[in-house]
């Protein structure tokens, strides 16, 4: 009998434990976990805003991570912790105080459709439209690699 507990109480204590690893939320538009620590290294998985990595270590600036099947690293300013609350009382008229994932990453990026619209007001004569298309332009990691050799800059 002492042998059949024993037996029951080591597989308990070796079964897999689930392990609830921290998460980060994308809070740009678009970016990339890359193959080491660096900006310019290889790409492993393209990332989006909101997309939802898991954070493996800090590695200074950066953050090692897994998102789907890949692991890399992603620059600390790309992302978010998804925890995000307000640190004092509830605002009046404004609810419980507790902060939205998308409104972090919003006041994250500093620019939100009222941030937009006081500007718009404040300077009508500002040509909004090409900002608007040069967000649209895509320039490949090949083409800036290439920019920055030519112009003899220091990658960063």
């Not at 080591?10 to 193959?35: D, G, H, W, Y």
């Not at 902060?99 to 941030?115: D, I, M, R, T, W």
Request: hydrophobic share 40%; net charge positive; charged share 25%.
């Amino acid at each position: 009998m002492k042998s059949r507990t024993a037996a029951v109480i080591l597989i308990i204590l070796l079964a897999p434990v689930p392990v609830f690893a921290e998460q980060a939320s994308v809070i740009t538009k678009e970016n990339a976990v890359r193959e080491y620590c660096r900006f310019f290294a290889p790409v492993v998985a393209p990332v989006r805003y909101k997309d939802i990595l898991e954070i493996v270590s800090p590695q200074g600036d950066w953050f090692k991570v897994r998102y789907k099947e890949a692991e890399g690293c992603i620059h600390k300013a790309a992302i978010e912790k998804r925890t995000a609350s307000f640190s004092g009382a509830a605002l009046p008229g404004k609810g419980t105080g507790a902060v939205s994932e998308s409104e972090a990453a919003l006041a994250g990026k500093g620019f939100n459709p009222q941030v937009e619209a006081s500007y718009r007001k404040k300077y009508p004569a500002m040509r909004y439209s090409l900002v608007d298309s040069i967000e649209h332009d895509k320039v490949s990691e090949k083409e800036i690699a290439f920019f920055i050799t030519s112009g003899g800059l220091n990658k960063p």
